[in-house]
């Protein structure tokens, strides 16, 4: 069965396409139009995506939609088809999700299984052989005391990542960044880099979690009143704390550079990855770790909202979309479906 991003992607450009997909109800609104005639604003998504249909109540739908609220879960059959406003179907119909069937949609489809089962053994894989041995204890300590959120996650709210392990993807594919250019520029520790790149959102484990059962990420006290750059400086802290117990040796006097240094450009990282005080860091860069955390953390949101735009817009002239914020001015197609094997 496809998921609603794959969904999306084959009705496009397609007259109607009968088709079935899982779906969780995120928004569930009765309306009417000016004759009066009844209808449901339905919200749903699923581990990939999300899309907005009218439920009419001459389908068989409707009835369905009555008895529904929101995190319920369905099999949406129907014809479905693209056009300016979106993905729309034909013909709806609802069938409830059978409970047996309950776990395999909540972990996501067997692709997305793979993706970030392949994403959580590289983070493991690079943390268990950082050389600087504090870091390796810290950022080994941040994975396995927290692996169901890292699972869990969403990188962002809407602009990039914006799903379930949304955020173990891209914090992978920074790492996957940082070891390529890391090696290029001498000023660079690249294991206090990794573990940047492995701290700079750790926030959004709580600023941007999923429960365990669902697809939306709903705002958490914790989240709002602190931010996920404060909440990140206080994991980062607990971290070190427990490493510094739990491996006494590794902390000793001796050891260069000194602790409380290497903590503070570690924090350092946190504070200033997104660059300037309009965006929220209380500090800028300051160091080479910090410049080039903050640009590779841009560089994969950005390259994530183009796919975004590819994926979701219209294609508003040859080779030209829609444009998708908060990306200014129309993406053009790009050229990587010629490039050479």
Not at 124 to 138: D, H, I, N, Q, T
Not at 207 to 225: A, C, I, M, Q, W
Not at 268 to 288: D, K, M, N, Q, Y
Request: glycine share 6%; charged share 25%.
């Amino acid at each position: 069965m496809l998921t609603l991003s794959e969904l999306i992607d084959k009705a496009a450009g397609t007259a109607e396409l009968e088709e079935s997909v899982r779906v969780q109800i995120d928004q569930i609104r009765e309306g009417r139009t000016q004759s009066d005639k009844p209808f449901f604003d339905l919200e749903v998504v699923d581990s990939s995506s999300r899309a907005r249909f009218k439920i009419w109540s001459d389908t068989p739908a409707f009835a369905i939609c009555e008895k529904s609220a929101a995190g319920d879960c369905f099999v949406l059959s129907g014809r479905f088809f693209s056009n300016a406003y979106g993905l729309n179907v034909n013909r709806p119909s609802l069938q409830t999700l059978a409970a047996s069937e309950l776990e395999e949609f909540f972990a996501g489809s067997t692709e997305q299984c793979r993706l970030h089962q392949e994403n959580w053994d590289y983070l493991l894989s690079v943390f268990s052989g950082l050389l600087e041995k504090r870091l390796r204890a810290l950022g080994l300590l941040a994975l396995n005391g927290h692996e169901k959120k890292w699972r869990r996650a969403a990188a962002a709210r809407s602009f990039h990542h914006a799903r379930r392990g949304g955020l173990l993807e891209h914090t992978a594919q920074m790492l996957r960044c940082a070891q390529a250019l890391a090696p290029l520029y001498a000023e660079v520790s690249p294991d206090l880099l990794y573990c940047g790149v492995l701290f700079h959102d750790v926030g959004k484990l709580w600023e941007n979690d999923y429960p365990e059962h669902g697809f939306v990420s709903k705002p958490g006290r914790t989240g709002e009143l602190l931010g996920h750059i404060a909440i990140g400086i206080e994991v980062a802290n607990k971290c070190w704390t427990q490493a510094r117990e739990q491996h006494p040796d590794l902390f000793a006097e001796n050891v260069q550079p000194p602790s409380d240094l290497l903590r503070d450009h570690l924090l350092h990282l946190i504070a200033s990855h997104h660059g300037t005080r309009e965006f929220g860091s209380p500090v800028t860069p300051r160091t080479p770790e910090a410049w080039l955390l903050h640009h590779i953390d841009n560089i994969d949101a950005k390259i994530e909202m183009l796919r975004c735009t590819y994926r979701e817009k219209e294609e508003v002239a040859p080779g030209l979309f829609e444009a998708r914020r908060p990306l200014e001015g129309y993406a053009a197609r790009p050229l990587s479906e010629w490039n050479q094997e």
